[in-house]
């Protein structure tokens, strides 16, 4: 599976953004998805997940209510809604293609995009 995020960009506190990651290969609508984010100095946490077929999801308790992940398995893409965004939402986020079981635990996740820069300015 390769990867591709998008819909990075610099945002106000308050305002949202939707980022997307376009999957290829044929194992994407098997998989779970998951979007992490490492923001300068910090280490890389977890976001958001999905399972195949979209209808389970789990949070960070930091973006909770704020944030939506979603798919569209017809094509082949992950979408990321972010609102409400606070400047520590800054970061870059990636996205992440799993197994079948959704987690938290980035080492359950082989597959992984080059990341999109996601600044929040107060």
């Known amino acids: 599976v390769q990867l591709q995020a998008s819909g990075g960009g610099l945002v106000q506190a308050g305002g949202s953004l939707r980022l997307s990651c376009a999957a290829s290969g044929r194992t994407f609508s098997s998989s779970v998805m998951g979007w992490f984010r490492q923001a300068p100095g910090k280490e890389r946490e977890f976001v958001a997940a999905i399972n195949w077929s979209g209808g389970r999801t789990y949070y960070a308790d930091s973006v909770k209510g704020r944030f939506t992940i979603s798919r569209d398995n017809a094509e082949n893409t992950v979408y990321l809604q972010m609102n409400s965004l606070r400047p520590e939402d800054t970061a870059v986020y990636y996205c992440?293609?799993?197994?079948?079981?959704?987690?938290?635990?980035?080492?359950?996740?082989?597959?992984w995009g080059q990341g999109t820069l996601v600044t929040v300015s107060s």
């Open positions: 992440a293609a799993g197994g079948y079981l959704i987690t938290a635990d980035h080492v359950e996740y082989d597959y």
